[in-house]
């Protein structure tokens, strides 16, 4: 719990500044930590546990010193387990409240579909993700498709895909209160990169073009979420590979060929503000938790926090560095060298406040600075 992350920090100790990591290409390459993340995180912490040795079978135990969150684009996990895998990852203790993914902010539409059948598509969990959230009736586009005889015609050709089959009472891969012929779909939720893009732009435009009922007339569109609009990003490939932006231009041509009225959708993540603000919440509740446990708040001055400085360290200009100079004041980016952006000259188009090779260099700076 967030409590225990900060058992031992004294009010005076209370930083004017928080950082937020991004995790593709600036702590990660794939699943491997990157630029010294293990050693820079370590040191964000008190003194406690022993050292850290990147393999990690063993966490450091120390409360944190200084607050902060990941705010990655990607996702496909519930925060839970994220968290627990990035502790596993980077020999850190890592609350699931310290994790914000692109699909995070999807809690926030519960109300309007808690009880509508919605289908949650991508890589990972994405229906677990949402039935965390309080979805009660989503699907995954796995188990939605299957309901659906040859609705993808290449499936007898993708020697991955196991034969799924609906409703089948020893898999229950279904519920029985959800009847896929009957009900529509309300929505679509894009959590992570989709897995099998030509079936999932198959699904997607049956269920865009006939109002969430496959294979009957043309209907009112549903609506379209994307956790974010990431064009490319940074895993272990040399290169950059490309994301769920390219998803989304992908199936926005599609379906702007094959239907009269172009796809509407709305996208989340980096660089929206309010992903941005939504952070600097989230530290201010961080720093709350740490008071407050420190015993030293009173419930006059909680909520009251204010940070001198937000550090965004991102790989990628146009989508953290453009994020953290649209959301201005308190923000001051840095763009390290170990992702999307590799050049030695700061970006033209969205320069960072600082450039460095390595996330530890920027944590170095930052300490060095504030302490
Ligand atoms: O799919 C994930 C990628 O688009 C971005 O991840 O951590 O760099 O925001 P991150
Ligand atoms: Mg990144």
């Given at each position: 719990?967030?409590?225990?992350?900060?058992?031992?920090?004294s009010?005076?100790?209370?930083?004017?500044?928080?950082?937020?990591?991004?995790?593709?290409?600036?702590?990660?390459?794939?699943?491997?930590?990157?630029?010294?993340?293990?050693?820079?995180?370590?040191?964000?912490?008190?003194?406690s546990?022993?050292?850290?040795?990147?393999?990690?079978?063993?966490?450091?135990?120390?409360?944190?010193?200084?607050?902060?969150?990941?705010?990655?684009?990607?996702?496909?996990f519930?925060?839970?387990?994220?968290?627990?895998?990035?502790?596993?990852?980077?020999?850190?203790?890592?609350?699931?409240?310290?994790?914000?993914?692109?699909?995070?902010?999807?809690?926030?539409?519960?109300?309007?579909?808690?009880?509508?059948?919605?289908?949650?598509?991508?890589?990972?969990?994405?229906?677990?993700?949402?039935?965390?959230?309080?979805?009660?009736?989503?699907?995954?586009?796995?188990?939605?498709?299957?309901?659906?005889?040859?609705?993808?015609?290449?499936?007898?050709?993708?020697?991955?895909?196991?034969?799924?089959?609906?409703?089948?009472?020893?898999?229950?891969?279904?519920?029985p209160?959800?009847?896929?012929?009957?009900?529509?779909?309300?929505?679509?939720?894009?959590?992570?990169?989709?897995?099998?893009?030509?079936?999932?732009?198959?699904?997607?435009?049956?269920?865009?073009?006939?109002?969430?009922?496959?294979?009957?007339?043309?209907?009112?569109?549903?609506?379209?979420?994307?956790?974010?609009?990431?064009?490319?990003?940074?895993?272990?490939?040399?290169?950059?590979?490309?994301?769920?932006?390219?998803?989304?231009?992908?199936?926005?041509a599609?379906?702007?060929?094959?239907?009269?009225?172009?796809?509407?959708?709305?996208?989340?993540?980096?660089?929206?503000?309010?992903?941005?603000?939504?952070?600097?919440?989230?530290?201010?509740?961080?720093?709350?938790?740490?008071?407050?446990?420190?015993?030293?708040?009173?419930?006059?001055?909680?909520?009251?926090?204010?940070?001198?400085?937000?550090?965004?360290?991102?790989?990628?200009?146009?989508?953290?560095?453009k994020?953290?100079?649209?959301?201005?004041h308190?923000?001051?980016?840095?763009?390290t060298?170990t992702?999307?952006?590799?050049?030695?000259?700061?970006?033209?188009?969205?320069?960072?406040?600082?450039?460095?090779?390595?996330?530890?260099?920027?944590?170095?700076?930052?300490?060095?600075?504030?302490?």
């Amino acid at each position: 719990s967030i409590s225990r992350l900060f058992s031992d920090v004294s009010s005076h100790s209370t930083p004017s500044f928080g950082i937020v990591f991004d995790i593709d290409g600036v702590v990660l390459r794939g699943d491997t930590p990157i630029g010294g993340s293990p050693q820079a995180l370590r040191k964000l912490y008190h003194d406690s546990g022993p050292i850290l040795i990147p393999t990690l079978t063993f966490l450091n135990d120390g409360a944190l010193k200084i607050p902060y969150i990941f705010l990655t684009n990607g996702g496909g996990f519930r925060e839970s387990n994220r968290a627990s895998e990035l502790s596993k990852l980077l020999g850190v203790k890592i609350s699931p409240s310290q994790v914000v993914q692109g699909h995070s902010p999807f809690k926030q539409l519960v109300d309007r579909y808690e009880n509508e059948l919605v289908v949650a598509v991508g890589k990972g969990e994405p229906a677990a993700v949402m039935s965390e959230y309080g979805f009660k009736n989503v699907l995954s586009i796995d188990d939605y498709a299957s309901c659906f005889d040859n609705i993808d015609p290449l499936a007898p050709y993708k020697k991955w895909t196991a034969r799924l089959t609906c409703h089948d009472s020893t898999t229950k891969l279904v519920p029985p209160k959800i009847n896929v012929h009957s009900q529509r779909v309300q929505a679509a939720f894009v959590l992570s990169d989709s897995v099998d893009w030509s079936r999932d732009i198959q699904v997607l435009c049956d269920i865009f073009r006939t109002g969430g009922l496959p294979g009957r007339n043309f209907g009112h569109q549903p609506q379209l979420y994307f956790a974010h609009d990431d064009l490319a990003y940074q895993a272990a490939f040399p290169a950059e590979r490309l994301g769920l932006g390219a998803f989304r231009i992908s199936l926005e041509a599609v379906f702007n060929r094959v239907h009269p009225h172009p796809l509407e959708y709305t996208t989340y993540g980096k660089p929206n503000p309010f992903v941005l603000k939504n952070a600097e919440i989230l530290l201010q509740q961080l720093v709350q938790s740490l008071q407050h446990n420190a015993h030293v708040v009173s419930h006059a001055s909680a909520g009251s926090h204010h940070f001198k400085t937000l550090y965004m360290i991102g790989d990628n200009p146009s989508v953290d560095i453009k994020g953290a100079q649209q959301a201005g004041h308190p923000w001051f980016s840095i763009l390290t060298r170990t992702g999307v952006f590799k050049e030695k000259e700061n970006h033209p188009q969205f320069p960072a406040n600082l450039v460095v090779d390595t996330v530890e260099e920027a944590v170095d700076y930052i300490l060095e600075k504030e302490c």
